[in-house]
């Protein structure tokens, strides 16, 4: 046997020891049994998938840099993922849920015990599936305190509540996805928004059921808010309260006073809330955020209580805050923009200074043709989405395992690092012919240790549209944004380099462009799609592959024994 034989054995039994001894050692545990329980919401009862019966899901809580073991049985009839949004899991994607890209899903009556490590992240993550759009009613707040021995950058709150905003439907979501897939158009808007799984007061059968925060006057609440939509950007606020923004995607911010939130579909935010107003009930409540002409959208507001405990005479109805319009696209790019990083000596930011991969996507709805000319998209056309003109279709196997094997066939590493078409991204009237994307499963491929700038550049094709844009395995910094096309010459000249924010999902604005920058130093397969659920599933998504280093501390862990069969 040669010496380097010899050695890359010795490395593998060593990781496994490491493995066995994690097991060993009693990380904390936890098991999700993903099953289908009666829900009863807006006067109906349906079955919706649950982990644990519980909608929200459970609250995972743990300290920065541990590693938790959660123990994944699906007694459902459909397959599941589930993924640990925000968590980089250095070096072992393994376990970051993403079906057909990370692994296969979980079938029904089958189990996967996932690793979940946790690294520089604290704050508020979350978790939730990643299969078709069982997400709608599979996810749940992850809390990251920070760890022992050590503070928030703020003043100990009095308390601590995940507050979740969701969407709900009367029909039952696998349903709605199937008729969704099949007519090729948008899909039906939500019956209702949630806060917390519950739609509120202004809602059909819902105001005994409505959330309620109850407080003390005089004191200060961390609010640590999830959007869980399917759909939707959402605008959020509460009645004659100003909320400090602290935190955002498990990174603290420098505070920012505000009397609303911009929050997109994947993103958390961290909010403190002082409960210094006249004693009495107060709704919080949020609504959409749509920019897209012509598209349908949920027109509802969801509401939940911020209830005073003292003695009052409470009047008949709260009041509701002031949202932004439905269509201010500016309320929603300005509060974005706003964001910096804390930047302080104890959380200092390593923002990419000297650039090594320039990359520049575009991310567009497009259309397909329709064999019968009846779908339901523009024209009879069937809807789609795309990266660079690719529109994304998933493999039959992970790519994670096939890049793992060296099993040829299964995707190609071709992804382009530039538009393959220049044009005027955001003019009104464009060419139809530009619509149709290609089909693929093209990767990018990074370098370990490069330095990547990449400009996220929204189109104007089938329908100019804010983009949630996520990348698993990383958090960037978002050093820029605008309206328009990107300008390379000028706009860069603009960036932020001091204090940007470091987030793990950006809302590239309506016919504008963000840039973001990060060292591609997690190796491993890493998914990037936009979060609102329809797009992703017309394909506006891609994956990166980042090469091993040369240090054995920089290459890819080994795979766990119960990986789900493909």
Aim: with cysteine.
């Amino acid at each position: 046997m040669s010496l380097i034989m010899k050695f890359s054995v010795l490395q593998i039994l060593g990781l496994l020891i490491l493995d066995g001894l994690l097991h060993c050692q009693g990380l904390a545990r936890h098991t999700f049994v993903v099953k289908n329980v009666p829900y009863t919401r807006l006067c109906s009862t349906k079955n919706i998938l649950t982990v644990n019966g519980q909608f929200p899901g459970p609250t995972l809580h743990v300290n920065k840099g541990d590693t938790i073991m959660v123990d994944v049985l699906n007694k459902a009839n459909y397959n599941i993922t589930i993924h640990w949004h925000g968590v980089s899991q250095p070096r072992y994607p393994w376990s970051d849920g993403p079906e057909y890209i990370t692994q296969c899903p979980i079938q029904p009556g089958q189990k996967f015990s996932q690793k979940i490590i946790f690294s520089s992240e604290e704050g508020t993550l979350w978790w939730h599936a990643h299969s078709d759009w069982t997400r709608a009613t599979v996810h749940g707040a992850i809390i990251i305190h920070p760890k022992k021995g050590t503070s928030y950058p703020f003043p100990k709150p009095h308390a601590e509540v995940p507050i979740i905003l969701g969407e709900w439907w009367k029909k039952d979501i696998m349903e709605l996805y199937n008729e969704f897939r099949e007519s090729g158009g948008d899909p039906n808007v939500s019956d209702a928004y949630t806060i917390n799984g519950q739609p509120g007061d202004l809602y059909p059968c819902s105001k005994s059921e409505t959330f309620k925060l109850m407080v003390d006057y005089g004191k200060t609440y961390l609010l640590r808010i999830i959007n869980a939509a399917l759909q939707d950007i959402l605008f959020f606020a509460i009645a004659k309260h100003n909320i400090t923004v602290v935190g955002t995607d498990a990174s603290y911010t420098k505070p920012l006073k505000t009397d609303y939130i911009a929050i997109s579909p994947g993103q958390t935010i961290d909010v403190l809330l002082e409960t210094n107003q006249a004693l009495g009930d107060y709704y919080m409540a949020a609504k959409v955020y749509s920019s897209a002409k012509g598209v349908d959208y949920d027109n509802t507001t969801t509401t939940a209580i911020v209830h005073y405990n003292q003695n009052y005479n409470a009047s008949s109805r709260p009041q509701l805050p002031n949202l932004p319009s439905y269509n201010d696209t500016n309320a929603s790019a300005n509060f974005t923009g706003s964001l910096r990083s804390l930047a302080d000596d104890n959380h200092p930011v390593h923002v990419p200074l000297n650039i090594s991969t320039q990359l520049m996507f575009t991310v567009s709805v497009n259309t397909f043709p329709c064999s019968t000319n009846s779908c339901q998209g523009p024209n009879g056309s069937r809807l789609a989405a795309s990266v660079n003109n690719i529109s994304f279709e998933l493999p039959s196997i992970d790519i994670l395992q096939a890049y793992y094997n060296h099993i040829s066939g299964v995707y190609g590493d071709q992804f382009p690092s530039f538009p393959p078409f220049i044009f005027n991204f955001t003019a009104e009237d464009l060419p139809l012919a530009l619509e149709t994307p290609k089909r693929g499963t093209e990767v990018k491929v990074l370098e370990y240790n490069s330095t990547v700038e990449l400009v996220l550049q929204g189109t104007n094709l089938a329908a100019g549209t804010d983009h949630p844009m996520h990348i698993h395995g990383y958090s960037f910094y978002v050093v820029g944004w605008g309206f328009g096309n990107f300008d390379k010459d000028k706009d860069p000249l603009g960036y932020n380099l001091v204090d940007p924010p470091l987030q793990n999902t950006i809302a590239v604005p309506k016919n504008g462009w963000a840039t973001i920058r990060f060292k591609a130093d997690n190796p491993g397969v890493w998914f990037m799609h936009c979060h609102i659920e329809r797009h992703l599933s017309w394909g506006m998504d891609m994956t990166f592959i980042v090469k091993n280093g040369s240090n054995p501390e920089a290459q890819l862990l080994p795979p766990p024994s119960d990986l789900p069969p493909c």
